[in-house]
């Protein structure tokens, strides 16, 4: 049989739910035979390969009009949501809620936060789409992430910090309270879940953490950057060993300066067994396995206080499911009463 007489043509994008056959019968009449594959490529890019459902995605936007800190403020969050959520996302005046839902759905966005004004104070609203529940938090303190750079001596944060999504750390919300079960549902569920079996460290590079106080009933938001640094070895030669440069050593008498000079961490890398974590992989160039390894956190923005005034259990409306200033009910219940 000659090379000619059949041929193997491949073709892509096409349903997943096509048969072999009915892409066969649009080359029926070729005098040729021709044996037709489809080539269908599963997109797992949007389902959680720990849990199985859709990766949470998110939009952040506004309704109303924003000072301009508040404005910083919400590109402040959209980078802290990064990579599932819309960095670029254009508003406009006369869009509504509804406009947000109908493009959530074939986007596959799972959550708002919306930020809002009054002459009172700032809110943060965080709904889950498309049905709810919907939490309302009153902003009592912010700061943004410039704020919070400028009021370090060394500032620390590289773009290739959001090409994951952060790690979420909840404390103090196990009082057992169903306002506090919903919080801290929300935020479990607002970030990919991780498995600590699979899980590379090279993709634990940020980190949530929001801590309630029971006293004051305000919940402290933080974003950290996430460093792994070696116990015992000066920064002179980390830097030497990540950076590859040739250092500077007019102003030493010999090369054993430059190893045995102070220079070993700071204040916040002592070589506490609290703070220090033995790598089960390498990571890097410095950090190698079997070795002990400070972690550092060091704070890149935004920061908020917030407190939980109300939850709703529709996407911005519904039943009150909790109200901090009470739960208030209709006519007839006020008239019974």
Not at 68 to 91: H, I, S, V
Not at 96 to 114: A, E, K, Q, W, Y
Not at 182 to 189: E, G
Not at 238 to 251: C, G, T, W, Y
Request: net charge positive.
């Amino acid at each position: 049989m000659s090379s000619r007489a059949s041929r193997t043509l491949y073709v892509g994008k096409l349903p997943g739910d096509i048969r072999e056959r009915e892409v066969g019968d649009l080359f029926y009449k070729k005098k040729r035979k021709i044996s037709v594959k489809s080539v269908v490529k599963k997109n797992q890019g949007n389902v959680d390969h720990v849990t199985g459902d859709k990766i949470p995605k998110s939009f952040v936007f506004s309704r109303g009009k924003l000072p301009g800190p508040l404005k910083q403020l919400q590109m402040d969050l959209r980078k802290l949501m990064l990579p599932y959520t819309a960095l670029n996302l254009r508003e406009k005046k006369r869009n509504n809620l509804r406009d947000f839902l109908n493009v959530s759905g074939p986007m596959g966005v799972t959550h708002f936060l919306i930020l809002s004004k009054t002459e009172i104070a700032p809110y943060l609203t965080v709904a889950r789409t498309p049905q709810g529940p919907t939490l309302k938090f009153k902003i009592h303190e912010y700061s943004t992430a410039q704020d919070v750079a400028q009021s370090q001596l060394r500032p620390r944060c590289p773009q290739d910090l959001f090409k994951n999504p952060p790690l979420i750390v909840l404390s103090g919300f196990g009082s057992g309270e169903q306002h506090l079960k919903l919080t801290t549902i929300m935020f479990q569920n607002i970030f990919p879940a991780i498995d600590i079996n699979t899980v590379k460290l090279a993709c634990c590079q940020r980190v949530v953490l929001m801590n309630y106080n029971k006293d004051t009933k305000l919940i402290d938001f933080r974003h950290y950057s996430i460093r792994l640094q070696p116990v015992g070895v000066s920064r002179r030669i980390r830097k030497f060993v990540q950076k590859h440069q040739v250092p500077d050593l007019r102003s030493l008498q010999d090369v054993s300066d430059f190893v045995t000079k102070a220079g070993y961490g700071s204040e916040s890398e002592a070589d506490d067994e609290a703070a220090t974590v033995t790598l089960a992989s390498d990571l890097g160039r410095v950090n190698r396995a079997s070795t002990k390894s400070a972690v550092k956190l060091q704070e890149i923005g935004p920061r908020m206080t917030l407190q939980l005034i109300k939850v709703e259990e529709g996407l911005c409306s519904g039943s009150v499911i909790f109200s901090e200033y009470g739960i208030v009910g209709d006519k007839k219940k006020q008239e019974e009463i």
